[in-house]
C-alpha cells in the first residue's frame, strides 16, 4: 500500500456518509455496545446501519475499519466473538482489536480480514508489536501518542507491519492507569463498558458570576469562567485545589489536542503508512472540516507540493494544540 492513507473518525451512519465524501481513504467505526471505546447514547451503529454503510463506503472506494477495541470482561467474551463473526459478514475491510483473545478468535475465525493493533493494546515495542503479528497475524499497529519521530523511524526498521499513528484530535495517553479513573466514581470502564464518563453521570451548573462547573457522578471536577472553553468532562483532564496551591490546577493532564499537521512529511519519511483523526464523538461539521483539511494537505505532499494546513484550532479540544512527543527531539 501507499504511505499516509486517511483514517477518518465515523460515530454515526451520517458522520460515516460525510467522511467518505470528505475524502477519507478508510473510516473506523463501531457497534452500539461495549465491544468498542467509544460506546456513549446516539453513537455507533446497528448491524443494519453498518451494512449499508459499508455499501456506501465501497461504492465510493472508501474501506470500513471496525473498532473491538475494548478487553471483555471474564465470561463475556461472545458479545466480541459475535461482532466479529458480524463485521466479517458484512464486509469490514480490517478489525481494530486490543484484546489477544479478542484477536485470536478473529485470526482463527476470519484470517481473511485484515487486523489492526489499537492504540489501547499500548504497544510501544518492536519485540512487542512483533509478538502480536507472529502470533495473531496483524497487519497494522496503531502506535501510542508518546513516541517520537526517530523512535517511529527505528521501530519501523524492525517490524514486519504497517505503522499508523494519531495525527489530530484527543491528546489522551491511554496508559498510565487513567482509564481507570471514570470507572472509580460511575462503576464504567472506558477500556472494558467503551464508556469514559457516561452522559448519565456528567452535570453542568451554572452560577451567579455566569461562571460554569462540571461534576461527574457528583463530584466538580472542573470551573470555567465566562470567558473560557470548557473542556471535557473527565476526571484526568479536571482541575482540582491543593491546600499547597494558590490556584486550581490540572493534576493528571492539560486539555490540549494533538495536531500534526506541520509533521506530515517528516511521518511519512519515518515510514508512517496511515494517519488517524480522532473525534467520533464530534459532528458532521467537524468531520467535514477536519477530513476536508487533511485531504488536502496529504494530496499536496504526495504530490510534492507544500502543503497549506488552515488553522485547526476552533476544531481542537481545550485552549493550545500540540504535537506531543513527536516534536521532542530533532531529526535528520
Same mark, same amino acid.
Given at each position: ?13 451520517? %458522520? ?10 478508510? $473510516? ?13 447514547p ?11 454503510? $459499508? ?43 486490543a ?9 482463527? *475465525? ?31 499497529? $496503531?502506535l ?16 514486519p ?24 466514581? *460511575?462503576?464504567?470502564? *472506558? ?23 462540571? &461534576? ?64 467520533? &464523538?464530534?459532528?458532521k ?5 477536519? $477530513?476536508?483539511a ?12 507544500? %502543503? ?11 485552549q493550545? &494544540?500540540? &504535537? ?9
Open positions: 500500500m501507499s504511505l499516509a492513507e486517511l483514517i477518518c473518525p465515523a460515530g454515526t451512519p451520517a %458522520a460515516l456518509r460525510t467522511a467518505v465524501d470528505a475524502g477519507a481513504d478508510a $473510516v473506523y467505526c463501531g457497534f452500539q455496545d461495549a465491544t468498542n471505546a467509544r460506546n456513549f446516539g453513537l455507533n451503529f446497528t448491524p443494519d446501519e453498518l451494512a449499508a454503510s $459499508v455499501a456506501y463506503a465501497h461504492d465510493k472506494g472508501t474501506k470500513v475499519l471496525l473498532a473491538l477495541n475494548t478487553y471483555p470482561p471474564a465470561g463475556k467474551v461472545d458479545l466480541w466473538r459475535q461482532a466479529a463473526d458480524t463485521g466479517a459478514l458484512l464486509g469490514v475491510d480490517a478489525f481494530i482489536v484484546d489477544m483473545g479478542v484477536a485470536d478468535y478473529i485470526a482463527r *475465525t476470519h484470517p481473511g480480514v485484515r487486523l489492526h493493533l489499537s492504540v489501547q493494546a499500548a504497544a510501544s515495542s518492536p519485540e512487542a508489536i512483533r509478538y502480536y503479528c507472529e502470533n495473531f497475524a496483524v497487519k497494522r499497529v $496503531v501510542p501518542r508518546i513516541l517520537t519521530i526517530p523512535e517511529i523511524r527505528e521501530i519501523r526498521k524492525e517490524i507491519c504497517e505503522i499508523e499513528t494519531f495525527i489530530f484530535g484527543n491528546h489522551g495517553l491511554m496508559v498510565e492507569g487513567r482509564c481507570s479513573l471514570t470507572n472509580y466514581l *460511575t462503576g464504567q470502564s *472506558t477500556n472494558m463498558d467503551g464508556v469514559c464518563s457516561p452522559a448519565s453521570d456528567v452535570e453542568y451548573k451554572r452560577h451567579t458570576d455566569d461562571s460554569m462547573s462540571s &461534576q461527574l457522578a457528583g463530584f466538580t471536577i472542573d470551573c470555567f469562567g465566562a470567558d473560557e472553553k470548557a473542556g471535557y468532562p473527565t476526571i484526568c483532564k479536571g482541575r482540582y485545589t491543593a491546600p499547597h496551591r494558590s490556584e486550581p490546577y490540572y493534576a493528571f493532564e492539560v486539555p490540549i489536542s494533538l495536531n500534526l499537521s506541520r509533521l506530515l512529511p517528516d511521518l511519512i519519511d519515518a515510514g508512517v503508512h496511515a494517519f488517524k483523526i480522532e473525534g467520533r &464523538q464530534r459532528s461539521s467537524y468531520v467535514r472540516g477536519v $477530513v476536508s487533511f485531504r488536502q494537505a496529504v494530496d499536496d505532499i504526495r504530490a510534492g507540493r507544500e %502543503a497549506n494546513i488552515a488553522d485547526l484550532v476552533a476544531l481542537t479540544e481545550g493550545k &494544540q500540540t &504535537q506531543g512527543a513527536f516534536e521532542t527531539k530533532k531529526w535528520r
